[in-house]
């Protein structure tokens, strides 16, 4: 069983800059995928970024509405999977979750609580 925990969410102009963090319960290792998603007020949830790691290395994935302006990354030493947000837009504002596959594809099994992110105009 992994847990996800999201944190880094809040308030902010549109332009500026937040950077979630989803911490894992447990360190994973293998083949899988960290995901995030978003769903905003009345929409459904929608993909936003993803890493994978193989024995390969790691393969990333934006949606086209974030491409550009956030960056996923892994942070070893605190064990967490970041999603760097920039240059945020009124239409960014959503809940944030976090998600994980022991896999690099099919359904995301495991996800957080989600943490809301609130961009003004």
């Known amino acids: 069983q992994v847990q996800l925990v999201e944190s880094g969410g809040g308030l902010v102009q549109a332009g500026g800059s937040l950077r979630l963090s989803c911490a894992t319960s447990?360190?994973?290792?293998?083949?899988?995928?960290m995901g995030w998603f978003r769903q905003a007020p009345g929409k459904e949830r929608e993909f936003a970024a993803s890493?994978?790691?193989?024995?390969?290395?790691?393969?990333?994935n934006y949606a086209d509405s974030v491409k550009g302006r956030f960056t996923i990354s892994r942070d070893n030493t605190k064990n967490t999977i970041e999603l760097q947000m920039n240059n945020l837009k009124p239409e960014d504002t959503a809940v944030y979750y976090c998600?994980?596959?022991?896999?690099?594809?099919?359904?995301?099994?495991?996800w957080g609580q989600g943490t809301q992110v609130t961009v003004s105009s």
């Open positions: 890493i994978t790691f193989t024995w390969s290395g790691a393969n990333f």
């Open positions: 447990t360190r994973i290792s293998g083949t899988y995928t």
């Open positions: 998600a994980a596959r022991l896999s690099s594809v099919g359904a995301y099994k495991y």
